[in-house]
């Protein structure tokens, strides 16, 4: 009894939220120490009470594959979905997007590492799940130059093929990206439960200065990773958009997410499926990488 009634004053206190392990400021809890915009009007929900679900908040960090040198750029690969979440699944041949973005992304990081000139890390090594705030939470934790998340799109029309690049908008480009975003985005709610601890109003918080240049490196990052990738695969007409990607939302991490092609083609299918596929979707990726810190480099 004496434990609720404290409860209920700390629930009672402004600026206050209760977690199973303790308490702590509302503000950080919700927005991080990144957050430096206003609300046009006071939060709606003062307070709440989160718990941790899972071991997502103590995972240790991934082996960094690389020359032993940390004045070198570190490039985070995502491989999407894993785990009980296969993602999109080829209905004749039951491809998964699961297994096709750890063979791509296994590709990209001996293709870079081969370069010399960056460090990589894998969010995921095999099969595993990982909530969506834990792979880009993984990028920021190792302060990564670079975070790219592999995905293969699915589509109810099995014509539609093609690679896609994303980055960060509050607003979808389009209804497409919107869909697909609020897809992608359902992969940490298991069985009603969401997973990430995250709630709408991320989507709603103000940009800050760093967020802003984040995303304008983003962006820069995307044009070369499109041009690189033309000559070694087949990608959408529109091949740049943008969407509001839970992964794509770290404020300081330069983000991408590489939708390869659709899953759902039988000859994208393949393509993505296959060694020589993934090597020209590495080739392209190692191009737009090096060109990337190269003109980083250039600038500073």
């Known amino acids: 009894m004496l434990y609720g009634a404290f409860l209920a004053i700390l629930m009672a206190a402004p600026g206050v939220a209760v977690e199973s392990d303790g308490v702590r400021p509302v503000a950080d809890a919700q927005y991080g120490a990144f957050h430096l915009g206003f609300r046009s009007e006071p939060p709606k929900r003062r307070y709440e009470v989160t718990a941790p679900i899972g071991k997502g908040a103590a995972r240790g960090l991934p082996k960094i594959y690389g020359p032993a040198d940390a004045r070198l750029p570190l490039v985070v690969i995502d491989a999407g979905h894993g785990g009980h979440d296969p993602g999109a699944i080829n209905a004749l041949s039951g491809k998964r997007e699961k297994d096709v973005t750890l063979a791509i992304a296994r590709a990209i990081r001996d293709d ?58 509050e607003v979808a480009s389009d209804r497409e990206a919107q869909r697909l975003a609020a897809r992608e985005n359902k992969a940490d709610i298991l069985n009603g439960v969401n997973l990430g601890g995250q709630d709408r109003d991320v989507s709603s918080i103000l940009i800050d200065l760093t967020q802003r240049e984040t995303m304008n490196v983003s962006a820069s990052f995307a044009r070369l990773l499109i041009r690189e990738a033309k000559p070694n695969m087949m990608l959408r007409e529109k091949s740049h958009k943008f969407a509001s990607f839970i992964v794509l939302k770290a404020p300081d991490t330069p983000s991408v997410l590489f939708e390869t092609g659709y899953i759902s083609n039988a000859e994208d299918s393949a393509f993505l499926s296959s060694r020589d596929g993934q090597r020209k979707v590495a080739r392209a990726v190692t191009s737009a990488v090096q060109a990337h810190f190269a003109r980083r480099l250039a600038r500073d």
């Open 112 to 169: 870079l590492v081969d370069t010399g000139r960056v460090r990589v890390a894998l969010t995921r090594e095999g099969d595993s799940f990982l909530v969506l705030q834990d792979r880009y939470g993984i990028a920021r934790r190792m302060k990564a130059d670079l975070f790219l998340s592999i995905h293969a799109d699915a589509a109810e029309n099995q014509e539609a093929r093609g690679g896609t690049v994303y980055t960060l908008s």
